[in-house]
């Protein structure tokens, strides 16, 4: 059995991919099966729990043996006490904690999101790593061993061939395309016309067709569409590629799920827009907006995908509930790069580099990320905004001249228009991260930005300031509409589901009820009270996959559980890893 390998380790620390990749496969059970004959005790990070969350969250088919095999795993250990939480988010953290305890092995699969980032940031430890992969279990021995058995990644030759793959053919309406796997599909309708290529509706209400101008695909384009084809993700909101094109035997386009809203570039553009398109929102709702973005930017890192080209026009927004990623063709796909970028959202230690010749880091996705929560809590407003500063943006983000404080002492050079007061009615915590990065060149994984929204959003949720300026979009500012839309896509309303209760991370049903249910040993596990309702939420949009209700996370009756204090559960609880 390939698990044997770990019989002799008192303690694992599981990360989440194992749960993502290997759940409802044999090599799950033969772990699970282990950790119960040899009583070992099992610790995962915060992340563990959050992860889950963005996986749920995107109502993906594929993710059906991971949701059970969640359940599984939790109701095994769970009744036992074998379940503890480390006090750590940030990989690295968390490998120093884990590196306290006796006789641990890290267990983690060959692409996780968790090896990337000891991979990027290579931390100096000695515990050991025990790499699954569908054939074999491999221990490594501390950082040197793991950097050898995975090395570094060398950017695919196809990104230095600018041959073309397209011959002198042209689609328009009414034309049938073919799939790969030989299905037609006639274009009924251009909606779109762009630098790359026009998009169509189809026959098939639920996908449209994006037909690429010629010279634009290249080997290195056809290629990534073909890897990310075979990679099957349905997430909703996320408008993957689904099924190749071609015309007359020549490659074509793609087939993706259709979107539907305005861009975030369109609605997140000063007051006047964002009160135009959504008069009735509160504060709660552009968090929304964000929570849903970083959980599905994760969902991406998590099957070894870097966005590359973050930016407010890469995403449509029907509703707080209802927001799509599109131009998904341009990201980065394992060793497959992503040829282009927006400068006011890419890291400057990125600037004047040719986008398609190397692969970016989750390090440099991390500042991007950084870029776009502030640009959506900001409504659209660059964290680099100045008034009475550089003449050009460019030369403010070079200087990190971020017009913030933390005191508030100086505001002369914050823009008019109310954006110091969104920065007062921030709670610290969120502010000390986004000074932290734009001010002291700090940089923070998604994950941490995203348990720190959840947090926010709980607060916003549970009525925690006193103060009801906190709600509103702009505090302090009274925007009316100045036009009659008042809805950010009026066409064609898309059809809403009922919202139902999620009550565990263990549910294999998203959409169905269930008992209370917590998945984790102790509430002090968990810092932070996180919750899902959604019923701040003005729009109900196309597709609701985010659930109402408790996610699991704060069952107080977790609080019961060993409160002697005694053994590695006691220790816990005592802070061990505070």
Request: aromatic share 12%.
């Amino acid at each position: 059995m390939a698990m044997d390998i770990l019989r002799n380790y008192k303690a694992l620390a599981v990360d989440q991919s194992v749960i993502r990749e290997f759940g409802g496969t044999t090599l799950f059970s033969e772990l699970l099966d282990l950790i119960m004959d040899e009583s070992m005790d099992v610790y995962v990070s915060r992340a563990f729990k959050l992860l889950h969350y963005c996986i749920i969250h995107q109502a993906d088919d594929k993710n059906i043996m991971a949701t059970a095999a969640m359940k599984e795993f939790c109701g095994v250990l769970l009744p036992t006490r074998k379940l503890h939480t480390v006090q750590a988010i940030e990989t690295v953290d968390f490998i120093t904690k884990v590196e306290t305890l006796d006789d641990v092995c890290i267990v983690t699969t060959k692409h996780s999101l968790f090896n990337k980032r000891i991979l990027e940031k290579n931390p100096d430890f000695k515990c050991d790593i025990c790499i699954l992969s569908a054939t074999e279990a491999h221990i490594c021995h501390g950082n040197e061993e793991l950097r050898s058995y995975i090395p570094k990644p060398d950017v695919s030759p196809l990104a230095f061939v600018n041959k073309y793959l397209d011959a002198p053919v042209y689609c328009n309406v009414g034309d049938i395309v073919i799939t790969g796997n030989d299905k037609q599909i006639e274009l009924t309708k251009r909606i779109s016309n762009g630098a790359e290529g026009m998009v169509f509706n189809t026959n098939d209400p639920r996908i449209v067709a994006k037909i690429y101008h010629k010279g634009v695909i290249t080997p290195l384009r056809w290629n990534k569409l073909t890897k990310m084809v075979s990679m099957g993700i349905k997430s909703v909101g996320i408008c993957w590629p689904q099924d190749l094109l071609f015309y007359r035997g020549v490659p074509v386009g793609y087939t993706m799920m259709i979107g539907k809203g305005k861009t975030l570039g369109n609605i997140f553009d000063g007051p006047d827009a964002i009160t135009n398109n959504f008069p009735k929102w509160k504060r709660i709702d552009v968090v929304d907006t964000l929570v849903d973005l970083l959980e599905k930017y994760i969902y991406l890192h998590m099957h070894d995908i870097v966005a590359g080209d973050i930016q407010l026009k890469n995403a449509l927004l029907y509703s707080s509930s209802a927001l799509y990623l599109i131009d998904m063709d341009s990201v980065q796909v394992g060793n497959l790069p992503c040829p282009v970028g927006t400068e006011e959202f890419t890291t400057p230690d990125l600037w004047g580099k040719n986008f398609s010749e190397f692969l970016r880091s989750l390090h440099d996705e991390d500042y991007s990320i950084a870029m776009l929560v502030f640009s959506i809590l900001f409504c659209g407003l660059h964290p680099y905004a100045t008034r009475k500063g550089a003449e050009t943006l460019r030369e403010e983000i070079l200087l990190r001249n971020f017009p913030y404080t933390l005191d508030d002492s100086d505001e002369e050079h914050i823009p008019v228009g109310g954006y110091n007061y969104i920065w007062r009615y921030l709670p610290s915590y969120l502010r000390e991260m986004l000074y932290g990065v734009f001010k002291e060149g700090k940089r923070y994984e998604t994950i941490q930005w995203y348990e720190t929204i959840l947090y926010y959003k709980a607060e916003l949720s549970s009525k925690a300031y006193e103060d009801e300026e906190a709600y509103k979009v702009f505090p302090k500012m009274d925007y009316k509409m100045t036009a009659e839309t008042g809805d950010a896509y009026s066409e064609s309303k898309p059809r809403s589901f009922e919202k139902t209760k999620f009550m565990g991370l263990s549910d294999p049903n998203i959409y169905k009820p269930q008992e209370k249910y917590s998945p984790f040993a102790s509430n002090a596990s968990t810092p932070r009270n996180y919750t899902n309702d959604r019923s701040g939420s003005q729009g109900t949009g196309a597709f609701v996959p985010r659930q109402q209700g408790n996610t699991g996370a704060d069952t107080a009756a977790d609080n019961k559980k060993d409160n002697n204090q005694t053994g590695l559960f006691g220790k816990f609880r005592k802070g061990l890893f505070n």
